[in-house]
């Protein structure tokens, strides 16, 4: 499988089912509603172990552009791979998000709730604060590359060519990691710590002809953009130094 299709479907598995365990907690009349956080951030976790092991063969499952953005820089990941990852990405997630509409369409139908809707597909802060938010987004984004870095065992010593990410072995520690950032970190905005895992759902439920839709948010949407990217790049920094 190419590189770039594997984190495509990876993308696609980690977002339909880590917003699909955000439909099944919100969404009226489901079998999971209002079952809580633990059951959101455990499914997220899970989430993540299933892209990566699908993917990981691949393309190392790097599965979000800070991560990609985070191993370039680190001079682990080739600069001219860096656009076709992220493009894959993005659109896996829209693909992955939009299918969970389709899966729950009834349930959409059955919500009046605007903000629940939305919440399925991207993040948003509990206290609107864009510079406590976009903090918060770079120490989630931070600890989860700086620790995937260790996973990996990438070694960062030169150039490489060659996809180096989380892998299939590293499917389970990850999934540990992103359950705990979420329990731990994912309080203020939901914990994104992923451009792809924001963007392309908040792009599908612009595009998309859902029952009781209300605004898309645009206005924050850069928090869970530029913050990940921005906690990308300070993981991989330090990790050089260190």
């Known amino acids: 499988m190419n590189a770039a299709v594997?984190?495509?479907?990876?993308?696609?598995?980690?977002?339909?089912?880590?917003?699909?365990?955000?439909?099944?907690?919100?969404?009226?009349k489901t079998k999971g509603f209002d079952s809580g956080w633990l059951v959101i951030t455990t499914g997220w976790g899970l989430a993540v172990f299933t892209g990566v092991v699908v993917a990981g063969p691949y393309s190392g499952a790097h599965l979000?552009?800070?991560?990609?953005?985070?191993?370039?820089?680190?001079?682990?990941?080739?600069?001219?791979?860096?656009?076709?990852?992220?493009?894959?990405?993005?659109?896996?997630?829209?693909?992955?998000?939009?299918?969970?509409?389709?899966?729950?369409?009834?349930?959409?139908?059955?919500?009046?709730?605007?903000?629940?809707v939305l919440a399925t597909f991207s993040t948003s802060p509990a206290i609107n604060n864009p510079r406590n938010n976009v903090i918060s987004?770079?120490?989630?984004?931070?600890?989860l590359?700086?620790?995937?870095?260790?996973?990996?065992?990438?070694?960062?010593?030169?150039?490489?060519?060659?996809?180096?990410?989380?892998?299939?072995?590293?499917?389970?520690?990850?999934?540990f990691l992103v359950w705990c950032i979420g329990l731990g970190l994912g309080g203020p905005t939901g914990y994104a710590i992923n451009?792809?895992?924001?963007?392309?759902?908040?792009?599908?439920?612009?595009?998309?002809?859902?029952?009781?839709?209300?605004?898309?948010?645009?206005?924050?949407?850069w928090v869970p953009v530029i913050g990940p990217l921005c906690g990308g790049a300070l993981a991989a920094l330090l990790y050089i130094i260190l």
């Open 6 to 28: 594997a984190e495509f479907f990876g993308t696609f598995l980690l977002i339909l089912l880590g917003n699909g365990v955000v439909a099944n907690v919100l969404l009226n």
């Open 137 to 143: 987004e770079i120490i989630g984004t931070f600890v």
């Open 145 to 175: 590359v700086l620790v995937v870095f260790y996973i990996s065992g990438a070694e960062l010593l030169g150039t490489s060519t060659t996809p180096i990410g989380l892998g299939s072995v590293g499917a389970l520690p990850v999934a």
């Open 195 to 221: 451009p792809a895992r924001d963007l392309g759902p908040r792009l599908a439920h612009w595009v998309l002809p859902i029952s009781t839709k209300g605004t898309s948010d645009w206005s924050y949407a």
């Open 64 to 116: 979000n552009p800070a991560v990609t953005l985070g191993l370039a820089i680190a001079q682990e990941f080739a600069w001219q791979d860096v656009p076709s990852f992220m493009i894959a990405q993005l659109a896996g997630a829209f693909l992955g998000a939009a299918i969970v509409w389709i899966l729950y369409i009834d349930h959409y139908k059955a919500t009046d709730d605007a903000s629940k």
